[in-house]
Every structure is written in C-alpha cells, then in structure tokens.
C-alpha cells in the first residue's frame, strides 16, 4: 500500500511563497489522481487542487495563486503557493487514489483513500 510523506511546511509572512512536496513510497501512474487537502483549526478538510490525466483543477480560494504539479519519475507531487494569505493558514495533507484514473476536476470530487501524515503552513500578516 502506497505512503505518502509531505514536507516543506512553515512559516510564512502574507504576500509570499511556500512550495509543498509529497513523495510516494511507490510508483504511481502520471494519469492516476492525487490532491492536495488542507484543514484548518476548528474546520473540515476541504480540497485545495487535483491533478488527474492532463488537468488539474483548483478551488476558488487558491485559483491563480497555487499550482499543482507532479514528478511521477520521482513519484513526487507537488503544491506552489504563491501569495498566500492568513486564511491559507492550514495543515495540509497530500492525498492518492492509484488505480483512479481521471481529470483534474473528477479527481478533486473523488473519495481519496491514501493519505499522507500532513505539513503545517502558517501565514503570519
């Protein structure tokens, strides 16, 4: 059964970058879908962006400012955040279904039964 490791959390101040990385003890197929979820204190997990065959997709709250991408040689995923906010402030968990395959949209609708340990991202103002 796949594992999934994420680092590259911290603390950040508003307005600047933090990239996230999720490695796979695995192979996983490039067109397999993988996400990425974030919680916050006193919150439910909510889907932040998903990655399936060719397409990604995001939610409103980060569109234009988080990317999405993968190195299925180095079974990485990864997530960019780019001009983060406080409100980005949040544990965030990488996720995998490796026998799903999909686009980025159906990914983030999925049920994800992989699930990493998570990475804290505070954003200070």
């Known amino acids: 059964q796949v594992q999934l490791t994420e680092s590259g959390g911290g603390s950040v101040q508003a307005g600047g970058s933090v990239k996230l990385s999720c490695v796979a003890s695995e192979y996983i197929d490039s067109r397999s879908c993988m996400a990425w979820f974030r919680q916050a204190p006193g919150k439910e997990r909510e889907g932040v962006a998903a990655?399936?065959?060719?397409?990604?997709y995001y939610a409103d709250s980060v569109k234009g400012r988080f990317t999405i991408s993968r190195d299925t040689a180095a079974k990485q995923l990864y997530l960019q955040m780019n001009s983060v906010q406080p409100a980005d402030t949040a544990m965030y968990y990488c996720a995998a279904l490796p026998h799903l395959l999909g686009s980025g949209g159906y990914c983030f609708r999925s049920e994800y039964d992989r699930w990493g340990q998570g990475t804290q991202v505070t954003v200070s103002s």
């Open positions: 990655i399936g065959t060719g397409t990604t």
